[in-house]
């Protein structure tokens, strides 16, 4: 019988091979398990964290498993074993690695997605996150990397951290509206969805402080959209949550395949696609503001200074705190609730580190956090209030001043 990740590399090559219909029939002949099969043809269908096989554990072991989720996501089928419900499975990724028999794993979309591309009805944009320098060798630079998903048949190649920009600036203009006293506070809503989860279902009470705005993801996914309606939206990140997000009913018309950085250094591989050996295909958009939200703290310090930029004046100023790891949120959370926090800017990571800290990412997240601060240094910009590339995109969204980012807009505003 074929294994799980057997039959992934022989499916992802084929596929970049143009050769999956001839490959899927000797899979067929050769033995294959068609759960395992559906999951990669048809990941949709499957919670963002999979069971690839019958538990192995004992019956407290895997009653420890359960109890581990922090969403209560996890739950026992007929014969014992434990699978992720799809409903309430974030993506955290906590139990696949805390899983010994090594029977879950995250799901993966890249036959949908090259399918997408080689059938070439519509063109395929990565969306790829701030988290990218450097993830595929220090060699390759955002432009090479761009190159390189045009060699795979990407359209083009979008940096999120432009988007970053877009709801830094909506976040700071709402701090600058509500925080009015010095006991008004606000948590960040516009990054990690283990952050949004976690106040959604277990410290609702918090509601009332996040203002209603999606993620860079979703804001990039319905920007190109919106700007060319037959496209196919692509993510690229270090992140197993981002799987989940994009299948959120609310926001789920934003964003249409979500790829790891491991699942996309698959497709680099099995193409025999080298990106530090690719022409440059520069392009600069996004600010210092966006390109810092991959590591803890960034959302924080790109809204005070996007606060300080609107409104210099301002006798309330921006007082950041900040948390990463679910343990760290949750103590965070906690405090802010107990009135232990003296804070008026929230902001929180559901990996330590921030996004560079990822379940996928390819690089330490020390190392990741340095190239993130690096490349934001290297920004012509400070702010998205200074950024021409931001006033130009939010005229081609229809609005038509920055102001008019706090009116009602079905692409960057979410109802929590």
């Given at each position: 019988m074929t294994?799980?990740?057997?039959?992934?590399?022989?499916?992802?090559?084929?596929?970049?091979?143009?050769?999956?219909?001839?490959?899927?029939?000797?899979?067929?002949?050769?033995?294959?398990?068609?759960?395992?099969?559906?999951?990669?043809?048809?990941?949709?269908r499957h919670p963002p964290v999979i069971r690839i096989g019958d538990c192995a554990c004992s019956e407290d072991e895997r009653a420890a498993c359960a109890g581990?989720?922090?969403?209560?996501?996890?739950?026992?089928?007929?014969?014992?074993?434990?699978?992720?419900?799809?409903?309430?499975?974030?993506?955290?990724?906590?139990?696949?690695k805390n899983c010994k028999a090594h029977k879950l794993l995250e799901s993966r979309d890249i036959l949908p997605t090259l399918e997408e591309i080689n059938r070439a009805k519509a063109p395929?944009?990565?969306?790829?996150?701030?988290?990218?320098?450097?993830?595929?060798?220090?060699?390759?630079?955002?432009?090479?990397l761009r190159t390189a998903f045009k060699r795979i048949g990407f359209a083009g190649m979008v940096e999120v951290a432009l988007f970053a920009d877009i709801l830094t600036l909506k976040e700071a203009l709402e701090f600058d509206?509500?925080?009015?006293?010095?006991?008004?506070?606000?948590?960040?809503s516009c990054c990690c969805p283990m952050w949004i989860a976690m106040i959604r279902r277990v410290y609702h009470e918090l509601i009332p402080h996040v203002p209603g705005s999606v993620s860079p993801m979703v804001a990039c996914g319905r920007s190109i959209k919106a700007l060319h309606p037959e496209a196919v939206t692509v993510f690229v990140g270090p992140c197993l949550a981002k799987k989940a997000e994009a299948r959120e009913k609310d926001v789920a018309d934003s964003t249409d395949h979500v790829l790891t950085f491991q699942e996309m250094?698959?497709?680099?591989?099995?193409?025999?696609?080298?990106?530090?050996?690719?022409?440059?295909?520069?392009?600069?958009?996004?600010?210092?503001?966006?390109?810092?939200?991959?590591?803890?703290?960034?959302?924080?310090?790109?809204?005070?200074?996007?606060?300080?930029?609107?409104?210099?004046?301002?006798?309330?100023t921006v007082r950041a705190a900040h948390a990463d790891g679910v343990a760290g949120c949750k103590k965070m959370l906690k405090d802010v609730l107990d009135g232990k926090i003296t804070a008026n800017f929230i902001e929180g990571m559901g990996c330590v580190g921030g996004c560079v800290g990822g379940p996928r990412a390819l690089i330490p997240a020390e190392e990741g956090r340095k190239n993130v601060r690096r490349y934001g240094d290297e920004a012509?910009?400070?702010?998205p209030i200074d950024n021409p590339f931001v006033i130009e995109l939010l005229h081609r969204l229809g609005f038509n001043t920055v102001e008019s980012l706090l009116e009602k807009s079905d692409i960057f505003t979410r109802n929590f």
């Open positions: 294994t799980f990740e057997e039959l992934y590399a022989k499916l992802t090559k084929a596929s970049v091979q143009h050769r999956l219909p001839e490959e899927l029939e000797q899979v067929r002949r050769e033995g294959y398990d068609p759960h395992q099969l559906d999951c990669l043809l048809n990941p949709e581990k989720c922090l969403f209560d996501a996890l739950r026992r089928d007929e014969q014992g074993n434990l699978s992720a419900d799809p409903e309430l499975c974030v993506g955290c990724g906590e139990c696949v395929v944009f990565a969306m790829i996150a701030p988290a990218f320098i450097n993830q595929f060798s220090r060699d390759v630079t955002p432009g090479k509206r509500n925080i009015l006293k010095e006991e008004d506070y606000q948590l960040t250094r698959d497709i680099f591989e099995f193409a025999g696609i080298h990106p530090a050996e690719m022409p440059e295909d520069e392009r600069d958009h996004s600010s210092r503001a966006g390109r810092i939200y991959a590591s803890t703290g960034g959302v924080s310090e790109a809204v005070q200074k996007t606060v300080e930029r609107l409104n210099p004046n301002r006798k309330i012509l910009y400070p702010t």
